[in-house]
C-alpha cells in the first residue's frame, strides 16, 4: 500500500529513532516543511540525549510510536540516522499505522524501519534526505522530497557505467543502505529482494568489510533472481595498509558474476549530500537502463 499524497495543512512529524539532534541542526529543515504548507510536529523529548542516542530506547520508541499511532500525523520524518533504530525495532507495534500508512522518510540507519515495514506488511517508504541534512535553499534532494510527498511526477536521471538491461524494466523498488541489510541478514526484519529492483549504497567503510557483506548477500540468496540492482554513493570508502585490492565498484561486480540482472552504478541517492534523491521503496518502477549515458527511473 502507497501513503496517500501530502497537501497543504497536512502534519509532518519530525523523530529521532537514533542518534540524537538539536533543535538548531533541523531548524532549517522545520522551516523548509512550512514553506511546502505543512504543519511540522515536534514530540516532546524529540531532543533528549542518551550518549549518542537521541534518548534511551523506552523513550525513542514511545516517540515513534506515538507518531506511528497519531491518525493526525501524515507523514513522518526522521532527524538523521547514525545509530540505533535496530535497538527499538522489536518495541513497535505496527498495526494501526498498517491500516493507515504514512511515508516514512530518511535513509542510512532508517532502512531498518523500511526493510522492516517491507518485510512484515508490503507499505511503501520514501528512502530521502533528512532533516539533519536540509540547510534551507532548495537543493536536487529537497525538491525530490517535495515533488514525491505532494505527488507530483518525477523522473530519475543519470549518467551511469556498469551493466546495461536489454529492456526496460518494471518491478517494486527495495534496500537501502548495505550495512543495514547486511545486519539485519536472519531476522524478521530481512527484506525478499527476489524480482525486484535491489537499491544500495554506503558510507566509511573498508573495502574488506564491503566485500564481506557483498559475499554475505550473495550467500544469503539476497543477489539471486534480482530485477536489478542500483548502486548509489558508496562514500568515503577506506582500505587498510596492505592494500585490499579492489575498488568498491570491482567488488560488487565480482559478487554480480553469476547473475545475468543489470548491475548500475552511479545512482543519485545515499550519502551525496544535495544529491540524495528521494526514492519510494516498496512500489511498482520503470527502470530504463537500455542506454548507461542516459538510465530513467520513475513511477510504474
Known sequence: MTPRNLTAGDRIA?????????????????????????????????FDT???????????????????????????ACCRGGYGTV????????????QSPKWIIGYSDITVLHSHIHAALGHATLHATMPINITGSPTPATESLRRTLL?????????ATGRAAMESIEAPVVGGNLSIL?????SRSQIDTHGKILLIEDLDEYLYHLDRMMQ?????????????????GM???????????????????????????????????GHLGDNNIAIPLGVE????????EKVRIFAA
Open 50 to 76: 542518551e550518549g549518542q542516542l537521541a534518548g534511551s530506547d523506552e523513550h525513542r520508541a514511545m516517540l515513534l510510536q506515538q507518531c506511528l499511532d497519531d491518525e493526525s500525523i501524515s507523514a513522518i
Open 14 to 46: 519530525l523523530v529521532a529513532p537514533a542518534r540524537s539532534v538539536t533543535y538548531e541542526e533541523i531548524a532549517p529543515a522545520i522551516d523548509l516543511f512550512r514553506s511546502w504548507g505543512l504543519v511540522p510536529v515536534l514530540p516532546e523529548g524529540l
Open 216 to 232: 554475505a548477500l550473495h550467500r544469503a540468496g539476497m543477489l539471486d533472481d534480482l530485477a536489478a540492482l542500483l548502486v548509489g
Open 182 to 186: 547486511y545486519s539485519l541478514l536472519g
Open 87 to 98: 535497538r527499538i525495532i522489536d518495541r513497535l507495534d505496527f498495526s494501526r499505522y498498517a
Open 151 to 159: 505527488g507530483e511526477k518525477q523522473e530519475i536521471t543519470w549518467s
Open 235 to 269: 562514500t568515503e570508502m577506506h582500505d587498510n595498509s596492505t592494500p585490499f585490492g579492489r575498488t568498491a565498484f570491482q567488488i560488487i561486480s565480482e559478487a554480480m558474476q553469476g547473475s545475468s540482472c543489470p548491475v548500475i552504478f552511479g545512482a543519485p541517492f
Open 285 to 292: 518502477m520503470h527502470l530504463d537502463a537500455t542506454n548507461l
